[in-house]
């Protein structure tokens, strides 16, 4: 990987444009190429990051491509950030049919111009949208990141923070599964330092309401929904975080949506585990220990995924 490579950008809502200004703030890319079938939104979103890039550490060249994805096809990073906010409104099912449907505008046309980067892939469903992109162009599933619950596991250390006290950055605490309803905490793997949550409660520093907490994990977007109608930061953070992984190749460690091909005896669809990032996309899938509630709420999500995808007629 180039060490600023170019970058494409699917879809210029609130999180496409803010991924786009990160990029650029960041120095990831010497070109950005941006796409969106909305001629006045992305001509606006284009003006406004070429007016800012006297303020960038570095310049890039910043195009618009429109609906030209096959325009796309030279960069070595694709962003899916196609969305529908409207229709999100109520949960991340919300926007099934609209943002598998624009997959189907793109991807084989991507594919076919001879695309052979890595996608990074932020649009909801999360899972079955990275599951579509896959099933429509061929690409290699590994090249093919889910941005998944990379963003809700940082919502569950902002809420065992505000538990504890703690930096957020002293906690390690993951959630797993759908990037949706039926995610959940892997309690049995959180680590505050080096202590578990039991030496924790057993410390005298709190103790844990469970439930609550996770659920402020796997609700907390809609708090922000709920005043702004969207979500922007959060998410575009957590997407640029995997975009710096496989810019620079740090072999991070993230949950991430990533192909099933066995673990937990599932397979065929996308889902969030523990990952390694790099430069060649998910380059190494772990399966931590799951105690029989986590088992049992895993094998849920996978359901739940499968129930998505069952609905989708063309496939």
Same mark, same amino acid.
């Given at each position: ?95 099934? #049919? /609209?943002?598998?449907?624009? =997959? !189907?505008?793109? %991807?084989?046309?991507? &594919?076919?111009?001879?695309?052979? @980067? $890595? ?64 995610? #959940? /905490?892997?309690?049995?793997? =959180? !680590?505050?330092? %080096?202590?578990?949550? &039991?030496?924790?409660?057993?410390? @005298? $520093? ?110």
């Amino acid at each position: 990987m180039a060490v600023a490579p170019k970058i494409g950008i699917i879809g210029l809502g609130h999180v496409g444009a803010h991924v786009a200004n990160a990029v650029l703030w960041q120095g990831l890319a010497a070109e950005l190429y941006l796409c969106d079938v909305r001629a006045d939104k992305l001509a606006a979103e284009t003006n406004d990051l070429q007016d800012a890039m006297a303020f960038y550490p570095h310049s890039a060249r910043v195009c618009s491509v429109g609906d030209r994805y096959e325009a796309l096809a030279e960069c070595d990073i694709i962003v899916n950030a196609a969305g529908f906010i409207e229709k999100a409104a109520e949960s991340r099912d919300g926007e099934l #049919f /609209a943002t598998t449907d624009a =997959a !189907r505008t793109f %991807a084989a046309r991507i &594919a076919q111009a001879g695309f052979d @980067g $890595v996608w990074l892939t932020i649009s909801n469903p999360c899972d079955v949208v990275a599951t579509a992109l896959w099933h429509l162009g061929g690409f290699d599933p590994a090249r093919i990141v889910g941005s998944g619950t990379a963003l809700d596991s940082a919502r569950f250390q902002h809420a065992l923070a505000a538990a504890t006290g703690f930096d957020p950055d002293s906690i390690t605490a993951y959630m797993l599964g759908e990037h949706g309803a039926s995610q #959940f /905490a892997l309690w049995s793997h =959180a !680590r505050f330092g %080096a202590l578990t949550a &039991a030496e924790i409660e057993a410390a @005298g $520093v709190t103790t844990f309401d469970r439930p609550a907490l996770e659920d402020a994990a796997r609700g907390g977007g809609y708090v922000t929904m709920a005043g702004k109608h969207c979500t922007e930061y959060s998410v575009s953070n957590a997407a640029v975080t995997l975009l710096r992984a496989i810019v620079y190749d740090t072999k991070t460690l993230l949950p991430c949506s990533t192909l099933l091909t066995g673990q937990y005896g599932q397979s065929g669809h996308f889902i969030s585990l523990p990952c390694i990032v790099g430069k060649n996309g998910v380059e190494r899938v772990f399966t931590p220990e799951l105690d029989p509630g986590e088992a049992t709420a895993f094998a849920a999500s996978c359901q739940h995924v499968q129930e998505n995808i069952a609905k989708l007629s063309w496939w």
